[in-house]
């Protein structure tokens, strides 16, 4: 299965595509950056080690995952627009 059409994918091939770590030397920090990127979260993920049913978005009622959190769940949006000029060090007048 490529990264087109994997779920790990995700993120990598459709959303976000400078992923360059360099700067950061932080492990810890590293690897929260790279689960977030594959999308593999203990929130998200948690339902296939507990077996439980997967968790829904409350608002959107879609499955939970990674990308709909950080980009495409609108009762999100302002947190999104705020985090992602932070990151870029754009002043978000926030």
Excluded: F, N
């Amino acid at each position: 299965m490529g990264l087109a059409t994997s779920k790990m994918g995700e993120l990598t091939t459709s959303a976000i595509h400078h992923w360059t770590y360099v700067h950061i030397r932080d492990r810890r920090t590293q690897i929260l950056l790279t689960r977030l990127r594959i999308g593999h979260t203990y929130l998200t993920q948690r339902y296939l080690l507990t077996r439980d049913p997967q968790p829904c978005c409350d608002d959107c009622l879609v499955p939970l995952m990674v990308l709909h959190l950080l980009m495409e769940c609108p009762s999100l949006m302002d947190l999104q627009h705020r985090y992602i000029y932070r990151c870029r060090g754009i002043d978000s007048g926030v």
